[in-house]
C-alpha cells in the first residue's frame, strides 16, 4: 500500500452542556487523538470529560472563567470507534483534534497484546 500523509481533523467542537455530537471513525480510516481544548465560561467550577467509545478516559473540573488545553495526547481510534466530549454546564466549550490516517484495507481492530499468566500445575507426585 502507498503510503500516504496523515491531515489533520477537528473531530468534535461542542458548546453547551451534556454531550456533543459523536464523531465516528470513517470506514478505512484512523484516528489519533492529538489535543483538547477546552473552556468553563462560567461563574461556578464545572465538569468536563472526554469520551471514547462509550468509557471516560479523562475529566477535569474547570474553575469559572477558566481553560485548559492538552496537547500530547496519543489515543487512537480504529473504523466504526466514536469520541465525543461532555459537559456539565451551559456555557462550556471543547474541541477534539487529531489526525485521520488512511489504515490498510485488512486492518482490523488488534486483540490485546496481553494474556493472563499461566496458573501454576502441581508438582508430580514424589
Not at 5 to 23: C, L, N, Q, T
Amino acid at each position: 500500500m502507498p503510503y500516504t500523509k496523515p491531515f489533520s481533523e477537528r473531530f468534535v467542537s461542542h458548546w453547551s452542556d451534556g454531550p456533543a455530537p459523536r464523531y465516528t471513525v470513517p470506514v478505512g480510516r484512523r484516528a489519533i487523538i492529538k489535543s483538547l481544548v477546552a473552556a468553563n465560561n462560567n461563574a461556578s467550577p464545572g465538569v468536563i470529560g472526554l469520551v471514547v467509545n462509550g468509557f471516560q478516559v479523562w475529566n477535569a473540573t474547570l474553575q469559572a472563567s477558566s481553560g485548559v488545553g492538552i496537547g500530547g495526547i496519543m489515543i487512537v481510534l480504529y473504523a466504526g470507534e466514536q469520541m465525543w466530549t461532555e459537559h456539565q454546564l451551559t456555557f462550556m466549550l471543547s474541541t477534539l483534534s487529531g489526525y485521520l490516517l488512511e489504515a490498510p484495507a485488512a486492518s482490523t481492530k488488534p486483540a490485546p497484546d496481553w494474556a493472563p499468566p499461566d496458573r501454576p500445575q502441581p508438582l508430580p507426585a514424589a
